[in-house]
């Protein structure tokens, strides 16, 4: 990783067409690359993350793989803008991707469907996502890594769908600094609760 590369995250990217957010009761987006429903008929949570590198996108896997590991019964998808060698090398310093299914989507077209497009400078460099990213350091041992690829302007989003492909939970992030509640994400699958778009 150069410097070269860690401003290059800061540049904003060109703009990507964007579907609309899917809305919670409504059939999720569906492509080759990231199937809904799920080809064995079990619901899945999918989480859209920030660039590798992110301590945010770091503390939003790892919540995404503890949940995965103690629910076989749902499928979890984590999907990356970042390279496939930067997927990579993240997901190895982070003790590997197992049981989640990992997407790399360096284009971003799966985001754009998803309609997660662009964010403003504040949705990441806001004085309250600065500081959020430093309780994280202090509480999680979770600090910025190296940024090799991908960009800081990416909307991160994550979404329950059930069995049928339908959406049952979730929606964009609002800020960088959120991370999603997998276990609530869960629960709404295994109980059949009435949809709700809080995370």
Known sequence: ????????SFRVPKAKATQP???????APS???????????????????????CPFAERTFRALRA?????????????SHSDR???DRWLAALGGASPVEIVVDAARD???RWGL?????????????LWAAYRLGKTDGIWNRPTESGNRWQVSGSFAVDGGGTV??????????????????????????KPTAKL
């Open 1 to 8: 990783m150069t410097f070269k590369q860690e401003l290059s």
């Open 21 to 27: 957010v899917p809305e919670i009761g409504s059939k």
């Open 31 to 53: 492509s080759p690359h990231l199937p809904m429903p799920s080809a064995d008929g079990r619901p899945t949570v999918v989480t859209f993350l920030r660039h590798c590198g």
């Open 67 to 79: 949940t995965a590991a103690h629910t076989p019964a749902v499928r979890f998808v984590a999907v």
């Open 85 to 87: 060698g930067a997927t």
């Open 110 to 112: 799966e985001f754009a």
């Open 117 to 129: 497009g662009l964010s403003s400078l504040g949705h990441f460099l806001s004085p309250a996502g």
């Open 168 to 193: 049952r939970w979730g929606g964009a992030m609002r800020r960088a600094d959120e991370v999603p509640d997998f276990e609530e994400a869960v629960g709404v699958l295994k109980a059949g609760a």
